[in-house]
């Protein structure tokens, strides 16, 4: 099937730390995986994505990596800060159609 | 970059009653979508829309309840239909790029919140 699991559903870190959010899909033909942040009464919005013929992206404090063997990405965000607070989906697509399949979402907390 | 509105940004309706929500792009897409985020829930798709043929539905969702139109490469509408409390959410519209890089990228509206008495 294409189900996405993903881990933690909450995640609360201190100001500065380290966050990483963890993504398992299950379809080995997914090639694309987004990751969207949302904040409250917000829409999704689009901070980072990879495809399956790379391993790791990053952009400033904020990486994906993905693990086409183990089929798993996961968030990594760096030096983080009270704005990141926010729910964070990730996405899968690709494979025997053009649709994303969601995680349930991370609620991210940075305690000032 | 693109802006993608919709209207209206947050409704409250009578259960029984009909709500169209608009989707509007400032340039020109490939694909629409529209997804139903229940309270603190995840994002679960309802139907791509086609322009100029009917829109492809997911499990669980059918035309007569949710009925889309979208008339050019810019525009959509989602029709919630004979509302019940249930349908109480959050609609978003998305919508991908020609010249996106990847071209499967989705970026979303900023939502319709709709509460159902």
């Known amino acids: 099937g294409e189900n996405v699991e993903q881990h933690p559903s909450t995640l609360s870190v201190q100001e500065g730390d380290s966050a990483v959010i963890k993504c398992t899909y299950s379809?080995?033909?997914?090639?694309?995986f987004p990751w969207y942040k949302q904040e409250l009464g917000k829409g999704p919005q689009l901070i980072i994505d990879?495809?399956?013929?790379?391993g790791e992206k990053k952009d400033q404090r904020i990486a994906v990596t993905l693990n086409k063997t183990a089929k798993h990405f996961s968030l990594h965000i760096t030096e983080t800060q009270p704005e990141d607070s926010a729910v964070y989906f990730c996405?899968?697509?690709?494979?025997?159609?053009?649709?994303?399949?969601f995680g349930k979402g991370t609620l991210l907390t940075v305690n000032p | 970059s693109a802006v993608i509105s919709q209207k209206p940004s947050r409704d409250i309706c009578q259960r029984g009653t009909s709500l169209t929500i608009q989707c509007q792009v400032d340039?020109?897409?490939?694909?629409m979508f529209w997804y139903r985020q229940q309270p603190g829930q995840s994002l679960t798709l309802i139907a791509t829309?086609?322009?100029?043929?009917?829109?492809?539905?997911e499990s669980g969702f059918v035309i007569d309840k949710f009925p889309i139109s979208r008339p050019n490469l810019t525009f959509s509408t989602l029709t919630v239909s004979n509302m019940s409390p249930e349908d109480s959410s959050i609609y978003l519209c998305?919508?991908?790029?020609?010249?996106?890089?990847?071209?499967?990228?989705?970026?979303f509206g900023p939502g319709t919140r709709l509460l159902v008495l």
């Open positions: 998305s919508v991908e790029f020609p010249s996106a890089t990847p071209i499967e990228t989705q970026y």
């Open positions: 379809d080995s033909a997914s090639n694309y």
């Open positions: 990879i495809r399956s013929n790379v």
């Open positions: 996405a899968r697509g690709g494979g025997s159609n053009y649709k994303l399949t």
């Open positions: 340039s020109q897409v490939t694909m």
């Open positions: 829309a086609n322009q100029g043929s009917e829109a492809t539905y």
